[in-house]
């Protein structure tokens, strides 16, 4: 059963350019939340969605941030126009369907964006 | 503004040694507390959780301490051993709530043989 994957693991970019991350959740979960690392910080949530549905998007920064989880395919995490703040680990996490109060978040190994 | 404050910073501990890091929240409503360990290159990897309504949980040679009144919760390791030597993370959310997980800053520990 393979876990989260996330891809690229790594990814260059330059000022101004876009920047697209991908996150498939693990078998049979349908809960993905999205997280950024800055250095020598903790992980900072960004957003949670359901699959064709954003729950809670309250830590995207408003502009240049988007995220959609599509019926098909991966999660994607958008970043239009890059600048050298975003460079960052973001990392892609998912839960199974809520039938309990706490669902185990596993976490995919990140994406290591880099903006020149 | 940092809603799980965390420390310390890094921490060396000996093998065999106990190694302890702190963290401490505001949010009364927070009512699960995990504890992610992170290995460089790896996503976090959930090492052992509690919920508020008991003062300690204990896993093989992992244990939680909780004290609600003083809103504090901290991580022990006993007989530490280098393997252990990674990144720790404190954590906090509410269970009825979206679940998104309010981290600490991290605990960098290096176990030394």
């Known amino acids: 059963n393979a876990g989260v994957m996330q891809n690229p693991r790594h990814l260059v970019r330059r000022r101004g350019q876009e920047a697209r991350l991908r996150c498939s959740p693990m078998?049979?979960?349908?809960?993905v939340y999205w997280y950024r690392q800055l250095p020598e910080e903790g992980l900072k949530f960004m957003v949670y969605?359901?699959?064709?549905?954003?729950?809670?998007e309250s830590g995207m920064p408003k502009e240049r941030f988007s995220a959609e989880f599509p019926k098909e395919g991966p999660s994607i995490l958008r970043i239009q126009q890059v600048v050298r703040g975003d460079s960052a680990a973001y990392f892609c996490?998912?839960?199974?369907?809520?039938?309990?109060?706490?669902?185990?978040?596993?976490f995919g190994p990140g994406t290591r964006l880099t903006v020149l | 503004q940092q809603q799980v404050k965390q420390s310390p910073q890094s921490l060396i501990v000996q093998k065999g040694g106990i190694s302890i890091i702190n963290c401490a929240y505001e949010?009364?409503?927070?009512?699960?507390f995990p504890w992610y360990q992170q290995f460089p290159g790896k996503g976090p990897a959930l090492l052992i959780a509690?919920?508020?309504?008991?003062s300690e949980k204990k896993e093989g040679r992992f244990t939680i301490s909780f004290n609600k009144s003083a809103k504090q919760f901290s991580l022990h390791i006993m007989d530490s051993q280098p393997g252990d030597s990674a990144t720790y993370f404190c954590?906090?959310?509410?269970?009825?709530?979206?679940?998104?997980?309010?981290f600490g800053t991290g605990t960098r520990l290096t176990v030394i043989p």
């Open positions: 509690i919920r508020p309504d008991v």
């Open positions: 996490a998912s839960s199974h369907f809520r039938d309990s109060l706490y669902n185990e978040q596993f």
């Open positions: 949010n009364t409503a927070f009512d699960y």
């Open positions: 078998k049979g979960h349908s809960h």
């Open positions: 954590a906090a959310t509410t269970e009825t709530g979206a679940n998104n997980l309010f």
């Open positions: 969605l359901q699959k064709e549905n954003i729950i809670d």
